[in-house]
């Protein structure tokens, strides 16, 4: 029983954890992913994308039997029907969900046992920008507050610590907060 | 029967639409939207955001008498239990969704009939940056491509404006390729 307390810790098997780690860096080729999402639109605002199969770990990942699938829609105040949440609100989940899990992963690899971590996410633009109204207003979120609830056995400066080493190294708050190259290619047949 | 075929283009009210935008012209203080998420860690990799009320249109939106939520996870070689699209797949939606969204929108304005549209993307990462096994790589993708088709009752040249009007007003668009500021405080009590 003790050996399976020690393994798996906030849900991670850290002896995978650490073997994974072992393995890519004994074969870096196995560092190399390919995420991909498909998109089909339904009727106004109400789209739909899937995401099934990736690239990692050395091959073509198969394990999904089912694609997930995720719809957008816009509320009525933004001529939608509601039939999902909007861009904008996935966009904040993919940050939230990015940062949480990166912190759990740190807190398994560092012995720091979680009992909680929530999140709240806010992002404030004015839609002149994305409506066409006027050039004074970018078209995306000015900036995004996210306040962290974080508790576990460990001192506060612990779990701090933890949070910061999640921002350090978590792919979307990278994504989001420097940006990246985005290329569109459009074929009309 | 003329006149709804005319007020309903590709399933947005272009009445609706012309009339949101002369409000806000009107009234530029209804251009202020504040989007939220909160999210709960499950367990491992799973975390769950939820998305109902927000901020838009000069009031606190409370339409949605049910939140959104979205389940995130990480596959198995990512040492999840594949419990949802992971946040880099999430990323991907958010982009997707938006950039449809905005075309779908730009072409009602623009009195484009659209019959298709359907989007690929893929994002590259060595994962080595954000499981923090080296410096030499960033957390996130190094770029996506976006890959559009979109079939319409317009000559390829319209439909193409199209796309790079939405790639041009886009929320997200603008957000994943400029970054933002993000503001991340927390609670451990």
Redesign the interface.
């Given at each position: 029983m003790t050996a399976v307390t020690e393994t798996i810790r906030?849900?991670?098997?850290t002896e995978?954890?650490f073997g994974?780690?072992d393995a890519?860096?004994a074969d870096?080729s196995l560092?190399?992913?390919?995420?991909?999402?498909?998109?089909?639109?339904?009727?106004?605002?109400?789209?739909r994308?899937s995401?099934q199969r990736?690239y990692?770990?050395g091959q073509e990942?198969t394990?999904?039997s089912e694609p997930?699938t995720?719809d957008?829609g816009?509320?009525?105040?933004?001529?939608?029907h509601?039939t999902?949440?909007?861009?904008?609100?996935?966009?904040?989940?993919?940050?939230?969900?990015?940062?949480?899990?990166?912190l759990?992963?740190v807190a398994a690899a560092r012995g720091v046992r979680?009992t909680?971590?929530?999140?709240?996410?806010?992002?404030?633009?004015?839609?002149?920008?994305?409506?066409?109204?006027s050039d004074e207003?970018?078209?995306?979120?000015?900036?995004?507050?996210?306040?962290?609830?974080?508790?576990g056995d460990a001192p506060?400066e612990k779990?701090?610590e933890v949070?910061e080493r999640a921002?350090q190294?978590?792919?979307?708050?990278?994504?989001?907060?420097?940006?990246?190259?985005?290329?569109?290619?459009?074929?009309?047949?």
């Amino acid at each position: 029983m003790t050996a399976v307390t020690e393994t798996i810790r906030n849900g991670v098997d850290t002896e995978q954890m650490f073997g994974t780690l072992d393995a890519i860096t004994a074969d870096p080729s196995l560092g190399a992913f390919q995420f991909r999402v498909s998109n089909e639109w339904i009727a106004g605002a109400h789209n739909r994308s899937s995401m099934q199969r990736f690239y990692g770990a050395g091959q073509e990942d198969t394990s999904r039997s089912e694609p997930f699938t995720i719809d957008a829609g816009e509320p009525a105040v933004l001529l939608g029907h509601d039939t999902g949440a909007n861009p904008a609100e996935a966009l904040l989940h993919a940050l939230a969900a990015c940062l949480t899990t990166t912190l759990v992963y740190v807190a398994a690899a560092r012995g720091v046992r979680l009992t909680a971590v929530e999140s709240t996410l806010q992002g404030d633009m004015d839609v002149r920008g994305c409506l066409g109204l006027s050039d004074e207003f970018r078209n995306g979120f000015t900036g995004i507050r996210v306040s962290f609830t974080v508790k576990g056995d460990a001192p506060e400066e612990k779990l701090r610590e933890v949070v910061e080493r999640a921002q350090q190294r978590s792919a979307v708050y990278d994504m989001v907060t420097n940006g990246l190259p985005v290329a569109v290619e459009v074929l009309t047949a």
